[in-house]
Nanobody, 118 residues
């Protein structure tokens, strides 16, 4: 029932930009905190950015000043604008929803590949 679908990944040259989108269904999007995580080859999955239902944002130090997370509650969609991309940004990027009802449940999308290479 709950579904998070990422899109917008692809191959980009260093210094380029991409915008990722995550369309959510089956949750009360406007009251749930959302985030983006990534997992590079041979590395642990790491936090990229989060945005609360109230619009407060947090970023990993590695992307601060380059990436921007935003949300459009009317479209049930969260975005990640990625600028000045570096090869070390290459990873599978995952959308995340932190749902708090009777208990806490975290949902994940299937991921979208971002490759930064010449």
């Amino acid at each position: 029932q709950v579904q998070l679908v990422e899109s917008g990944g692809g191959l980009v040259q260093p210094g380029g930009s991409l915008r990722l989108s995550c369309a959510a269904s089956g949750i009360i999007f406007s009251v749930d905190d959302m985030g983006w995580y990534r997992q590079a080859p041979g590395k642990q999955r790491e936090l990229v950015a989060t945005i609360t239902s109230g619009g407060n944002t947090n970023y990993a130090d590695s992307v601060k000043g380059r990436f921007t997370i935003s949300r459009d509650n009317a479209k049930n969609t969260v975005y990640l604008q990625m600028n000045s991309l570096k090869p070390e940004d290459t990873a599978v990027y995952y959308c995340n929803a932190d749902v708090r009802r009777r208990s806490r449940v975290v949902y994940w999308g299937q991921g979208t590949q971002v490759t930064v290479s010449s």
